[in-house]
């Protein structure tokens, strides 16, 4: 951990004797530098390239493939270009609030990443609140979407930010009650706390520690995706109806924190689906794995973000493959099948930690061998697709 890392350096000397406080504040600004800087602006730039990438995949298309080799640069030219761009201010747009809403939703999101555990050292602080923490700091993108579709003027612009209001305040009931599914298992809000309670192989996860928490896997991951203005609830920024949403009037440097934090959520999303449901950094004590925290740790780094990566794809899929919803949908979903679905989970959850507190062995290995079969089946489903079109290619009379 950065604290006890922080008081060696106190204790022999190091740091000549600064006080503690001073120090403590010193290491999580640089910790918190390198995080942002290092990770957070790379991994939004590389997945706008990534996505773009996989849609074209999708829709038989080559995609970004000029700018460096594959294209794989190319998300650094258009940020340097948007940069580059002169920012417009409309206007009869409240200037101040205008300016403001692109910093609001750029700082709920960084700061999410305070609580982030990358490995068993690899986390800037671990909150005892680290879970409500998250949540509570990525809400506050909403707010500056809300604040930018007001300050805009602009009747599309302020749908969209009405849109999204309405969609985290729907969406955060059952996300919060699928959470506390495994919160009532743990007894810790803490996300080291939670992923410590796990162990690296599936059937330690808690998404097959019993039949609540495998259905409340899939609701948070939907509740997440509606919260995350991704589609299909990509509704407040709905190109086809409102123009680019909240973010008509938005032009240079500012348009480019939105797309930022769009596609740097992907990343928070499946970071915490990951710590809740599935093992989080655990790795298998391989001999003399433990022995050197370097190796360990940058082992258990590695498997947290190729997991975390892997449903940053997904999401990407999902988008390239699934139709926007209506509004009335969205709210349907939500209020008349996500919430009582949460509910009972979350009720059947305290019950069957009430029974069998230290789990039920049989059940998580049942959930286990089901998820393993769903993984496999839907794998088998894309093969047949892709042989087919590959068939149908070669035996088509245009060919």
Not at 39 to 66: D, M, Y
Not at 71 to 83: F, N, S, V
Not at 107 to 130: E, H, M, R, Y
């Amino acid at each position: 951990m950065l604290q006890q890392f922080l008081d060696s350096l106190i204790a022999d000397g190091t740091l000549g004797g600064m006080p503690r406080d001073v120090a403590y504040l010193i290491g999580m600004l640089g910790a918190g530098a390198l995080v942002v800087f290092g990770f957070v602006l790379n991994i939004s730039g590389v997945t706008t390239f990534v996505e773009r990438r996989v849609w074209a995949r999708i829709q038989s298309r080559i995609g970004p493939n000029r700018v460096g080799p594959q294209g794989i640069l190319q998300w650094l030219a258009d940020g340097i270009k948007l940069l580059m761009k002169e920012e417009a201010i409309p206007f009869a747009a409240d200037s101040a609030l205008f300016k403001l809403a692109p910093f609001v939703v750029t700082v709920g999101f960084i700061t999410a990443f305070v609580a982030v555990p990358f490995s068993s050292a690899l986390v800037i602080a671990d909150l005892n609140l680290g879970i409500l923490y998250i949540t509570s700091m990525t809400s506050l993108v909403v707010v500056g979407i809300m604040i930018a579709g007001w300050a805009s003027n602009n009747k599309w612009s302020l749908i969209g930010g009405i849109r999204a209001a309405a969609q985290i305040v729907s969406y955060e009931i059952p996300a919060a009650l699928s959470i506390f599914t495994v919160i009532l298992i743990t007894g810790t809000l803490s996300m080291q706390g939670i992923i410590q309670q796990q162990g690296w192989g599936p059937w330690d996860w808690f998404i097959f520690h019993s039949p609540f928490t495998f259905v409340g896997f899939f609701i948070t991951f939907v509740s997440l995706l509606a919260e995350g203005n991704r589609t299909p609830f990509d509704l407040p920024e709905a190109e086809s109806e409102l123009v680019a949403g909240f973010v008509t009037e938005y032009s240079g440097a500012r348009y480019l924190f939105f797309f930022l934090v769009e596609w740097g959520n992907l990343y928070v999303i499946s970071a915490i689906l990951v710590t809740l449901f599935l093992g989080g950094w655990q790795v298998p004590m391989i001999p003399g794995l433990a022995e050197s925290p370097f190796w360990l740790n940058l082992t258990q780094a590695v498997t947290f973000i190729v997991k975390s990566y892997a449903g940053v794809i997904t999401m990407m899929w999902i988008r390239a493959t699934l139709p926007r919803v209506r509004v009335d949908q969205l709210m349907s979903t939500c209020w008349k099948y996500l919430l009582p679905i949460a509910f009972v989970n979350f009720m059947g959850t305290a019950l069957w930690v009430l029974i069998w507190p230290e789990g039920f062995r049989f059940a998580e290995l049942a959930l286990t061998l089901l998820g393993f079969s769903m993984v496999v089946y839907f794998f088998y489903r894309v093969v047949f697709h892709l042989r087919r079109s590959g068939a149908e290619l070669t035996f088509s009379p245009l060919s």
